[in-house]
């Protein structure tokens, strides 16, 4: 090998993904070293802390231009720790989205087909990967975030954010049979389940004979849909995958032949990537063959 054939490119990092990269924290050190190394990194950090010590010593005293110097230091360390981590999972999907052949993409708008997709003041994708997430399944990976913005009596904004990693496919096979369909995570007290459902106008709850699925999730459907559909659609091995098998506090929406498989907070573990997209595609596949129909979206 050539020396020019030996030197990282930008599109593939100077990180071996056969190397056993897992997470984004597997790539934090590799890049804080490597920023740390450069002679212009040095330079910065030595000037604000000279600037900042040599300020307030002048100002104030010696001593305190001394730990002004220290912080500085420290504090510049600090910011070139964060640009490290953020390059970490920069790399880390690279290599996630180049080892199962998806394509990366930034920040960007998702469709509003679904509740979770309309919600907040400010909604997009903080990243996806498309392509085929499963054998035979094209959707789409992302880490999702919503905005809410809230004013108090002072007039002060404060804005929330809320973040999950989700699944995206389209289903549209099963339109007919079941336009709109929420399987939630259970919160809140069963016993006033009967009160909140009176409030109900547009979905109507669902219940199968299983305990073990009723104390994990609540499923809900448009009224009027197709009882003995949703009652085969929820299958012993279905139902079983769903307590046992699913990513920990999985759930999925499905309007319209659009499903949107979810999880709290933004995934940066490949182990974790993988189980989303497994699930998605397992739901996606328990449609369609219900539905009587199987094959690419």
């Known amino acids: 090998m050539s020396p020019d054939e030996a030197k990282p490119t930008p599109e593939a990092p100077a990180v071996d993904p056969a190397a056993g990269v897992d997470d984004a924290n597997d790539l934090r050190g590799y890049h804080f070293k490597r920023l740390m190394r450069k002679p ?3 330079i910065l950090i030595g000037a604000f802390a000279l600037i900042a010590g040599g300020v307030l010593g002048g100002v104030i005293g010696p001593a305190v ?3 002004a110097f220290v912080v500085a230091l420290l504090l510049g360390v600090v910011v070139v720790f964060a640009i490290a981590n953020s390059k970490a999972a920069d790399t880390f999907f690279e ?3 180049r080892q199962h052949s998806l394509v990366l993409g930034g920040r960007s708008p998702l469709p509003a087909a679904t509740p979770l997709l309309r919600k907040g003041d400010d909604r997009y994708a903080e990243r996806t990967l498309s392509g085929a997430i499963a054998e035979g399944i094209e959707g789409t990976l992302a880490l999702y975030t919503y905005e809410e913005e809230t004013t108090d009596s002072e007039g002060n904004r404060d804005t929330s954010y809320y973040h999950y990693t989700l699944g995206l496919v389209q289903v ?5 049979h079941v336009p709109e369909l929420y399987c939630q995570r259970k919160f809140g007290l069963r016993a006033l389940e009967k009160f909140e459902d009176v409030f109900r106008r547009s979905k109507e709850r669902v219940k199968l004979e299983s305990e073990v699925l009723d104390e994990k999730y609540e499923i809900f459907a448009g009224k009027g849909q197709d009882e ?3 009652r085969q659609l929820f299958a012993p091995t279905f139902i ?3 307590t046992d098998a699913a990513p920990k506090k999985f759930a999925f929406e499905l309007v319209n032949g659009t499903l949107c498989c979810y999880v709290n907070g933004h995934k940066e573990d490949a182990a974790e990537l993988d189980s989303i997209c497994s699930a998605a595609a397992s739901v996606a ?3 369609r063959d219900e539905s009587g ?3 690419s979206v």
């Open 293 to 295: 129909e199987t094959g």
């Open 40 to 42: 212009l990194t040095l």
């Open 172 to 176: 549209p096979e099963c339109v007919g």
């Open 95 to 97: 290599i996630y989205a």
């Open 285 to 287: 596949k328990r449609l």
């Open 240 to 242: 079983v995958w769903l």
């Open 228 to 230: 003995v559909w949703l």
């Open 65 to 67: 231009g001394g730990a």
